[in-house]
């Protein structure tokens, strides 16, 4: 079970840090995916399900807080003055 786990998880964060790597995108998902690809080679699970997970927790984490900044600043937008008014010296 923890295999399947493992590969299913595994190939797609392996496969985004693919992609990034080919678009010169250089982060700490390569450790990652390093990591998860010397799991399954030497046949021991355990240490690659934790990857797999904590790399799944912290996208979905940051995909959060992306959205929810996002509405905040929508919000903040929405309230600001749609007009502006300048004053003149009389001198």
């Given at each position: 079970?923890?295999?399947?786990?493992?590969?299913?998880?595994?190939?797609?964060?392996?496969?985004?840090?693919?992609?990034?790597?080919?678009?010169?995108?250089?982060?700490?998902?390569?450790?990652?995916?390093?990591?998860?690809?010397?799991?399954?080679?030497?046949?021991?699970?355990?240490?690659?399900?934790?990857?797999?997970?904590?790399?799944?927790?912290?996208?979905?984490?940051?995909?959060?807080?992306?959205?929810?900044?996002?509405?905040?600043?929508?919000?903040?937008?929405?309230?600001s003055p749609r007009i502006a008014h300048?004053?003149?010296e009389l001198a």
């Amino acid at each position: 079970m923890p295999f399947i786990t493992l590969i299913g998880g595994g190939a797609l964060i392996v496969w985004e840090s693919f992609r990034g790597i080919l678009r010169k995108h250089f982060a700490s998902d390569i450790v990652a995916m390093m990591a998860i690809i010397a799991a399954i080679l030497l046949n021991d699970a355990l240490p690659g399900v934790v990857i797999v997970i904590m790399q799944s927790g912290g996208k979905a984490l940051e995909a959060y807080a992306f959205r929810r900044a996002s509405s905040s600043l929508d919000a903040l937008l929405a309230r600001s003055p749609r007009i502006a008014h300048r004053k003149k010296e009389l001198a």
